[in-house]
């Protein structure tokens, strides 16, 4: 079955950075976009940004433009999020998103707790 | 951006008695719209999409109505693993996807 497994939890320094893997299996991970969302501790869902697997192309939202990157290693399936100077706000649960068609998402993985934290 | 919003913020509904959730849109989504269920420490889970379509697996007391900027998610009949906060999010027109604050089913 279409599965995203991502990595386990983080604990950062403020100012530092946390990358996150998403693991894809059960599809081709290179025709579908990768989306990733996060949460604050009881807080609403927050779209961070988009990459293409294919051709690596991104799009992130104006809020992390300049703190965010996506990347992908195809040989492993798998999707990563870097967000860099890291602040105590951003302590949230991170997850990656496959996109359907249009723009809903379906799957999700698990979700990674980064906590930032002097 | 398209501005999502979720009314009420709480629901508390009795086991077996039918939740009716709003979501309203900044501006005409037409029918791009999702709603998703999310229990405390588990990822949201696709309900709904193109505002009307069940996703597969989900029972059919779960209900999806709406177009332009007016959506409701009904539950018909609700059970005890249905107490859960639910989010809709719209995909009509991004960057970005935009995301309801979610309204949170308890039980009354």
């Known amino acids: 079955q279409v599965q995203l497994v991502q990595s386990g939890a983080e604990v950062k320094k403020p100012g530092a950075s946390v990358k996150v893997s998403c693991k894809a299996s059960?599809?081709?991970?290179?025709?579908?976009?990768i989306n990733w969302v996060r949460q604050a501790t009881g807080q609403g869902l927050e779209w961070m940004g988009w990459?293409?697997?294919?051709?690596?192309?991104?799009g992130y939202a104006q809020k992390f433009q300049g703190r965010v990157t996506m990347t992908r290693n195809t040989s492993i399936s798998t999707a990563y999020m870097e967000l860099s100077s890291l602040r105590s706000e951003d302590t949230a649960v991170y997850y990656c998103?496959?996109?359907?068609?249009?723009?809903?998402?379906?799957?999700w993985g698990q979700g990674t707790l980064v906590t930032v934290s002097s | 951006e398209i501005v999502m919003t979720q009314s009420p913020a709480t629901l508390s509904v009795s086991p077996g008695e039918r939740a009716t959730l709003s979501c309203r849109a900044s501006?005409?989504?037409?029918?791009?719209l999702a709603w998703y269920q999310q229990k405390p420490g588990q990822a949201p889970r696709l309900l709904i999409s193109?505002?009307?379509t069940r996703a597969t697996g989900i029972p059919a007391r779960f209900s999806g109505s709406g177009s332009g900027t007016e959506f409701t998610l009904t539950i018909s009949s609700l059970q005890s693993e249905d107490f859960a906060v639910y989010y809709c999010?719209?995909?009509?027109?991004?960057?970005?996807?935009?995301f309801g604050p979610g309204t949170k089913v308890d039980i009354k």
């Open positions: 998103a496959r996109p359907q068609w249009l723009g809903w998402f379906d799957p």
């Open positions: 059960g599809y081709t991970f290179t025709s579908y976009d």
């Open positions: 990459m293409n697997p294919n051709s690596g192309n991104t």
């Open positions: 501006q005409s989504v037409s029918s791009n």
């Open positions: 193109g505002a009307s």
């Open positions: 999010q719209q995909y009509s027109n991004w960057p970005p996807f935009t």
